[in-house]
């Protein structure tokens, strides 16, 4: 028995020093980025159609996870090569661009896809879903960012004013949790800096502090690929919800802001100006989302519970005035699905309507490709 | 009774006066002295163990028992765990003057702990410190109380002397499992949620009694040793220890009453080899539990992915998932238990031995859920097999009749549904044909088993086994029958 205490004493100390080294290293090193290459997705199971996020992980086969790499490696985009004959077309934006409570074949990506788009010179298209929920310039700059070493041949950008709104700016749970990331766009691209942008402190980054709930779901996503792949569900797009309310509150707040001049000052021009640069010679095209135009009580002030009139007018005349003074690719679809096509929310739409915004944006690529300027190169 | 100071600790105090130095002490001399200081802290531990073991059991009823939607059935449902133990034990135990003080002071400290649970709801801030909601009002819990004290003795009154009475006891405790195991309609009113603006619509639900089916099966054991005569004599608080010994409370295993008050009496030595053995089971059990089990549970077959998997192999992966995170889930708690228990000198019985590697189903159940196995064959099967025999009916109609009623009654203890009788029904029907055909093939082969092929027949066995007990578990893991059949055809490529 004395041999095997013994042999119990040694094992846990060595175990309890490799703990100790294990932590140190991981101090020092970030293993994450060799984590998530360890991904099964792509290989034993099929890649996700868009990035995971899931507010119910046991329903919807998925976990949120701030860490991009583990993100984008669940992606199919990460697991096809592009081939010679594929026109790659990524599209950024907030949940209505996700596809909340729709499958990944109803959202706008999966219309584009199923109109199997060929380009002037013979090319495939191939639309990829990279929006995420809740909307934010910055964090569209870091998705984007990272999405370049797939090489897209254009961008799609789906914003509204609460993309654009300075005020988002930071406020993101992948901005806040990429602070590396965002830090080192900040100084490429001239950005404004938050100085409250954190980076893993030194007790986060062992497994004592945040790294231990990076790597848990890093894993966790691992699994859940096998009822993902079971199901092809990772979204809840099956539960019963109510429908967003054509009649509006009182007032014309916007939040708590009363009624003013929208300043220049107000936007992330900034933001908007890195993505063009990121692009490079890629078309960007930024389209202004489909938003509910309520036509009950109160709609006389308010477009719907989140805007109210004063405020999405100026923003889109900026945004027009904007756009046409930088040459940006600009399509104001605003106003573009009836008001019964959304439903849970002011940007969520129908299939329906999905289909409907999809069409409008193959016209303008259609459009764009027809114009004799138009080179279509491949980078 | 093992409760006076033991022989060895005694020694261990003497021997560290013995040790002080009367010189100035050597560096050797302190470290003897030292050992004999932690020798007599252990000792000193040990007397206290039975009294701690007797606490804590007693508050984790308390503490483990799950938030109920109805009110205060939080409380109810650990302080009528107690009651019922306090019950059958003046119903099964001779009633010993020379022990009435140990008894009326343990009766006392149980009594005491439920009014002082229950006072708690008096503050706000420690209401929920032991339950999970404040619990009922102070007089409520004091006449709850006095109502249990005067119950007790009426019962010790009533069976005194009546060994055979217990049976009516047995009756009871079977009709309350099975009441228990029942869906009940909650109506919206009795949620604690009520307090919005429209009721919820009734739901039905079980009742989430915690440990209830162990407590029951480890009284209805005291009570049936006591009809038999076989029950030794003990005291209240090491029959409560017993019945709700918290390392065995959720998940077993079910010790029998005699082999657990022979560790439970046997003096405590601290030894190092207990430490580490019980740290060993407990973190296997950790291991199995938090780490295997519960990642396995991620992609375990369910209720939903029964229905949204597309036909073919994923339902095959999902199907195995759920085979081995059961077995990780169940043998981890068990091993958990085992381990706690042997920190604290109890020698819990193995549960499992290797199910998934057994050739034939016979051995699977043999080796899956001991002790609950052996539960059945002590108090139904054998008495059972016996009545039938003597009855003069067909040996395969007896194994019929005995297996398949066990089983069923296996499958319902985990809940009365149509699933969990398929189940025991499967099961049954599994181990007749298993019955049926070594009796074929030892008519037909003999000893001819030792061929250069047993290998194959017993790796065939293992996987004809496993698959068996796999497709048993599409029955206990689904809620209805309905969903077991479209798994079914999923696992075999039709929509």
Redesign the interface.
């Known amino acids: 028995?004395n041999a095997?205490?013994n042999f119990?004493i040694r094992a846990s100390l060595k175990a309890l020093a490799l703990f100790i080294a294990f932590n140190v290293v991981l101090v020092f090193v970030d293993p994450m980025p060799v984590i998530a290459r360890l991904s099964v997705y792509n290989l034993l199971v099929p890649g996700r159609e868009r990035l995971p996020h899931a507010r119910q992980?046991?329903?919807e086969y998925g976990v949120t996870t701030s860490n991009l790499d583990v993100m984008f490696n669940t992606h199919v985009i990460h697991g096809r090569v592009k081939t010679a004959d594929e026109y790659r077309v990524v599209v950024l934006g907030d949940s209505a661009a996700w596809g909340w409570k729709l499958r990944p074949a109803e959202t706008m990506v999966g219309a584009m896809n199923a109109q199997n788009l060929i380009t002037p010179d013979g090319r495939k298209v191939r639309v990829y879903n990279l929006g995420y929920p809740i909307a934010s310039a910055m964090r569209d700059l870091l998705l984007l960012d990272y999405a370049m070493r797939y090489r897209p041949d254009m961008i799609i950008w789906m914003v509204t004013f609460e993309t654009l709104n300075d005020k988002t700016r930071f406020d993101h749970p992948l901005v806040r949790d990429n602070g590396t990331q965002v830090r080192s766009l900040n100084e490429r691209y001239s950005l404004e800096a938050d100085p409250a942008l954190w980076e893993l402190g030194y007790r986060d980054r062992t497994l004592f502090g945040l790294r231990r709930k990076i790597m848990a779901d890093a894993?966790?996503l691992q699994?859940?690929g096998?009822?993902w792949?079971?199901?092809?569900?990772d979204h809840d797009y099956f539960s019963p919800y109510d429908r967003v309310s054509r009649d509006l509150k009182e007032g014309d707040l916007f939040y708590d802001i009363p009624p003013k001049t929208l300043n220049e000052d107000e936007m992330t021009w900034d933001v908007v100006a890195a993505m063009h640069q990121l692009a490079g010679e890629r078309p960007l095209l930024i389209v202004n989302e489909p938003i509910l135009i309520a036509d009950g009580k109160n709609s006389d002030v308010r477009y719907n519970n989140v805007y109210p009139r004063w405020i999405f007018d100026q923003y889109r005349a900026l945004m027009l005035s904007k756009s046409a003074q930088e040459g940006w690719n600009y399509l104001d679809l605003w106003d573009l699905i009836p008001p019964d096509q959304f439903t849970d929310n002011e940007f969520h739409m129908t299939p329906n309507a999905n289909r409907i915004l999809a069409r409008s944006i193959e016209a303008w690529m259609i459009e764009q490709w027809a114009k004799p300027e138009a080179a279509m190169k491949s980078p | 009774m093992g409760q006076a100071r033991s022989s060895d600790e005694v020694t261990v105090i003497v021997s560290v006066f013995a040790m002080l130095p009367t010189a100035a002490p050597t560096a050797s001399h302190r470290f003897a002295a030292l050992l004999h200081v932690v020798h007599v802290a252990a000792a000193l531990l040990s007397s206290v163990r039975h009294a701690a073991l007797f606490v804590t059991s007693v508050l984790a009823v308390y503490l483990l028992q799950p938030a109920t939607p109805i009110a205060h059935l939080d409380f109810w449902l650990p302080s009528a765990s107690l009651l019922l133990v306090v019950v059958v034990w003046c119903a099964t135990q001779p009633l010993r003057l020379e022990a009435m003080r140990e008894t009326l002071v343990t009766a006392g400290l149980i009594a005491g702990l439920v009014l002082g649970i229950g006072a708690l709801g008096i503050t706000t801030q420690l209401c929920c410190v032991v339950t999970r909601m404040p619990p009922p009002n102070i007089l409520v819990v004091a006449a709850a109380v006095a109502g249990g004290v005067l119950t007790c003795i009426l019962v010790a009154i009533v069976f005194a002397g009546h060994p055979a009475r217990t049976t009516w006891l047995v009756f009871a405790l079977i009709a309350l499992l099975v009441a228990v195991k029942l869906n009940w309609p909650i109506s919206g009113a009795d949620a604690p949620q009520a307090e919005t603006a429209s009721p919820a619509p009734p739901t039905f639900a079980t009742i989430q009694w915690l440990g209830f089916s162990y407590i029951a099966f480890r009284l209805i054991h005291a009570l049936r040793e006591r009809a038999l005569g076989k029950l030794p004599v003990m005291s209240l608080r090491e029959f409560m220890t017993y019945v709700v010994f918290f390392p065995a409370i959720i998940a077993g295993p079910i010790d029998r009453v005699e082999r657990f008050l022979k560790d439970l009496r046997a003096p405590f030595i601290f030894n190092m080899s207990d430490l580490v053995e019980g740290g060993r089971r407990l973190l296997i059990g950790v291991f199995k539990k938090f780490v295997i089990a519960d990642a396995l549970a991620i992609i375990a077959l369910n209720d939903a992915l029964a229905v949204q998997t597309q036909p073919g192999l994923w339902a095959w992966v999902l199907l195995y998932a759920y085979a081995f995170r059961i077995f990780f889930d169940f043998s981890g708690y068990t091993d958990m238990a085992i381990g706690l228990g042997r920190l604290f000198g109890i020698k819990l019985p193995e549960n499992f031995n290797r199910p998934y590697l057994k050739p034939n189903l016979t051995q699977f159940w043999n080796s899956w859920h001991m002790t609950l196995a052996q539960w059945f064959r002590t108090y139904y099967f054998n008495p059972l097999t016996r009545a039938l025999r003597m009855r003069n009916i067909a040996p395969p109609l007896i194994i019929f009749v005995t297996q398949t009623t066990t089983m069923l009654l296996i499958g319902l203890w985990h809940g009365l549904t149509w699933n969990f009788a398929l189940w025991g029904v499967w099961h049954a029907l599994g181990l007749f044909m298993h019955s049926r055909w070594s009796e074929f093939a030892r008519a037909r082969f003999g000893a001819q088993d030792a061929s250069k092929l047993q290998w194959v027949t017993h790796l065939g066995g293992v996987v004809l086994t496993f698959h068996f007990v796999a497709f048993g578990w599409v029955w206990f893991a689904l809620s209805n029958v309905e969903t077991s059949l479209t798994f079914f055809r999923r696992l075999f490529g039709m929509p």
């Open positions: 028995m095997n205490i119990y992980p046991s329903r894993f966790r699994l859940y096998l009822p792949a079971a199901t092809g569900i």
